[in-house]
């Protein structure tokens, strides 16, 4: 028979077992809708998300492609030198947001358009997102005016 002292330790060590095991699932399960996957263009065109997907998507906004319609509506197209995605949004714009900078923005892809619920890219002319920097990194980034060169005549090239 077993001394009262291990069967005490036993019961402890399970009962923390089963608590860790529990507050994993319940910060799991509350954490499902707050986690937002950040994907560049190439990503989304390449595999895009259902329409029901809410997800961040990042790049630079091409240069010459900010619309202005009515009220606060706003169309524009990011790009990370590989593809361009349209995006939409119709809110205000943060201060600084202009063409040729990094955008983060967090919304659904629509109909072959990003509808952008929200715009996180808020800097100043020098910062630029991590994720952006990270993509740029990973993907040998060219230059954003040879890029927007490239779009206008459709010519690409390797780099």
């Known amino acids: 028979m077993k001394s009262l002292k291990k069967t005490r330790r036993i019961q402890i060590i399970l009962v923390a077992f089963v608590s860790l095991g529990l507050?994993?699932?319940?910060?799991?399960?509350?954490?499902?809708d707050g986690i937002n996957y950040f994907r560049s263009?190439?990503?989304?065109?390449?595999e895009p998300p259902k329409?029901?997907?809410l997800f961040r998507i990042g790049g630079m906004v091409q240069d010459g492609s900010i619309i202005r319609g009515e009220g606060l509506e706003v169309s524009f197209v990011i790009t990370d030198c590989w593809n361009v995605v349209p995006v939409t949004f119709n809110d205000i714009l943060p201060s600084l947001f202009e063409e040729g900078q990094g955008m983060v923005g967090q919304g659904y892809y629509i109909n072959n358009t990003f509808e952008a619920v929200e715009i996180l890219a808020k800097h100043d002319e020098t910062y630029?997102?991590?994720e952006i920097v990270n993509m740029q990194e990973s993907q040998n980034?060219?230059?954003l005016e040879e890029t927007t060169d490239a779009i206008k005549t459709n010519t690409f090239t390797d780099g």
Not at 23 to 32: C, E, F, Q
Not at 41 to 46: G, I, L, N, R
């Open 23 to 32: 507050s994993t699932v319940v910060i799991g399960y509350a954490l499902r």
């Open 41 to 46: 263009p190439t990503e989304v065109v390449s």
């Open 51 to 53: 329409e029901t997907e």
């Open 128 to 130: 630029m997102p991590a």
């Open 141 to 143: 980034f060219c230059n």
